[in-house]
């Protein structure tokens, strides 16, 4: 049962940590709590949905349909809602607040389009049955998700140190009014961002969907709290921390539930997660007064 | 301007109708047609459209057409309390239907109650839900009548001895549900491995039911709903885990069939309703349900439609007065005596008690089916 559970703790995590990836590196960059993330998150889900159902194409080119079509959503929403906040110097908690709002017109628009019900990826789009090996059983789909989330959390945090793109990220990320004096096209690396983190997001809601099989409306609210407490563990704006804090969330929620039991799931792993912010206010990779992209 | 002109317009209309004749009767429907219940809500809305269209298109009652007023309350208490203010009091409609979901029926029927109109809940079936009052009635089965049928059922075909709990733990529906099936096991003498609970939205159940299974059970008892019923389904089959799994009235629907696809297989339910049940009224009501909407009913719709033509059966034995008050009254005083043989068989109310014993509301007397799933259809377990 400890290798099961070891297992199911793995790749649970790493569903929490992809969720987190987009929307830590949104907060990093822009330094806006994007709540409008897990409604994102649902628009990637159903975009990969509509492509499998009605366009038949493959599980791979429904990744990709999501991809750009979150994306084009995260960017519709710092072009029509994030910037002009900016552009008016808004507080810092106006841009959060407006997310909700945003987060509320893309679940009910999905509602309205596609009915309230639970649907689910058709059988066979991803291989359904698990691969059973002395007793343990994992899936294709949780062999899936591990991989992409630690191969996104390289390719972020490669391009992030090696890129000029990524180096200008940082330097936004560290103070936007300087990065702006130095020449760097702030307003645009900001909309890269949007549609990066979107785009993640998105995907992250087709492979999560596919691993539930479930897709519905809200489906991104559950998932919100839970991507919230994961940034807030592994310091705000930092990838690494995105990756560990959805980790270290998944291990605590299977193992409280296999040790402790599960009516105590979330007592212990917020537990936890409240004595580690006690030790370290500013989360695992967080660094007092200053974002890191 | 020219919206509020019209809007007058046709508000005039409908009160100069409704005075010259009295030939509307306004019935109001409160359902979750958004949030997390809305699949609930949907089939519950199209079964009372269904059966208004039949009513009227059959002549009415006495004459008199009945119109369905139909608000969203979301599956939130907050939001029922709201639609059943504004049901009652602006609405001014004769009976209430719903809400949805047993933790709003709890918030909302107290108004109902107070105001003396009588309400229906169609899809409540956690207990205490008729202890309200006696303006509170509701055909749908409670879960404290099925579960021990479905239970004795599966112990004598299958010879379950002991087996894991599985129940959600934070919706009064399925923690109702799971307080049920205890009392059942108990009664019983069927022992518990283990109980694991989860919570509405999770995506992954894995770790529980890994623990489950090392318990060796024969069988899992399942209270959930149908967003999380059916992933656990398919898990619990990628686990390896191929034994029976019993569930309650919240993944009774044909949806599972879509939602665990492959996965499916020898699911145990109890409920006062089957699509497989072959009766003249249940099989023109699901072919006018599937002419109508276009997919397959559930055991929501047929508790809606039925409860719509109970209080039509009702209605028919009371002379309406128009006075909105003295309506309610009299359409309360005629229900209880109602029997009716509808979709989900036949039919009586029972009278239910409050939690000091005294008499409140009405619960329904009805006799389970119990079914298992094989190959993507129920199949009547005798």
Partial sequence: MFAQQLINALSLGSVYALFALGFTLIFGVLGVINLAHGAVFMVGAYAALQAVVLAELPIWAALVIAFIISGLVGLAIDILVLSPLRKRDAPHLIPMIATIGVAIMLNSAAQGLFGADTLRFPPGVVPDGSIEAGGLHITAVEIGIIALTIVIMVVLLLGLRRTSIGKALRAVAESPRAAALLGIDVEGLFRKTSFVAAALGGVAGVLISLYANAVYPLMGQPMLHKGIAVIILGGMGDIRGALIGGLFLGFAEVFAVAYIGSTMRDAVAFGLLFLILLVRPTGLFGKANERKA | ?382
């Fill in chain 2, 1 to 382: 301007m020219r919206f509020m002109r019209s809007a007058i317009v046709a508000l005039a209309v409908t009160t100069g109708a409704v005075s010259s004749q009295a030939a509307e009767i306004k019935v109001g429907v409160a359902a979750a047609l958004s949030g997390l219940a809305a699949q609930y809500g949907a089939a519950i809305r199209n079964g009372f459209e269904l059966a208004a269209d039949e009513i009227n298109a059959a002549g009415g009652i006495n004459g008199d057409t009945i119109k369905l007023v139909v608000e969203d309350e979301q599956g939130r208490k907050e939001e029922a309390i709201n639609v059943f203010k504004k049901l009652i009091f602006q609405d001014k409609v004769l009976v209430v239907f719903g809400p949805t979901l047993s933790n709003s029926a709890s918030a909302a029927h107290p108004i109902a109650q107070a105001s003396r109109t009588p309400v229906f809940g169609t899809s409540n079936t956690a207990d205490g839900i008729t202890a309200v009052g006696n303006y509170v009635f509701r055909n749908s089965v409670t879960e404290a009548d099925v579960l021990p049928d479905t239970l004795k059922k599966i112990v004598e075909k299958e010879g379950v001895k002991k087996v894991g709990v599985l129940y959600g733990n934070d919706d009064v529906f399925t923690k109702s549900s799971y307080d049920n099936f205890v009392k059942a096991l108990k009664d019983q003498g069927i022992a518990v491995t283990t109980t694991e609970t989860f919570a509405k939205g999770d995506v992954d159940f894995k770790a529980q039911l890994t623990k489950i299974k090392a318990t060796e059970p024969d069988a899992i008892v399942l209270s959930a709903l149908l967003a999380e019923g059916g992933p656990i389904l398919v898990q619990a089959r990628q686990l390896g885990i191929n034994l029976p799994i019993i569930g309650g009235n919240g993944i009774n629907s044909p949806k599972i069939f879509e939602l665990a696809k492959g996965a499916s297989d020898n699911l145990w339910v109890g409920s006062p309703w089957s699509v497989s049940s072959d009766t003249d009224v249940n099989r023109n009501f699901i072919t006018a349900y599937e002419r109508k909407f276009g997919s397959k009913p559930d055991q929501f719709a047929a508790q809606a439609f039925d409860a719509l033509n109970i209080v039509a059966a009702a209605l028919k034995t009371v002379e309406l007065s128009g006075d909105i008050a003295k309506d309610r009254i009299a359409l309360r005083d005629a229900l209880p005596d109602v029997t009716w043989t509808g979709a989900t068989g036949p039919f009586k109310f029972k009278q239910a008690q409050d939690r000091s014993g005294k008499p409140a509301g009405y619960d329904a007397d009805q006799k389970p089916i119990v079914s298992v799933t094989k190959d993507g259809v129920y199949e009547i377990v005798n």
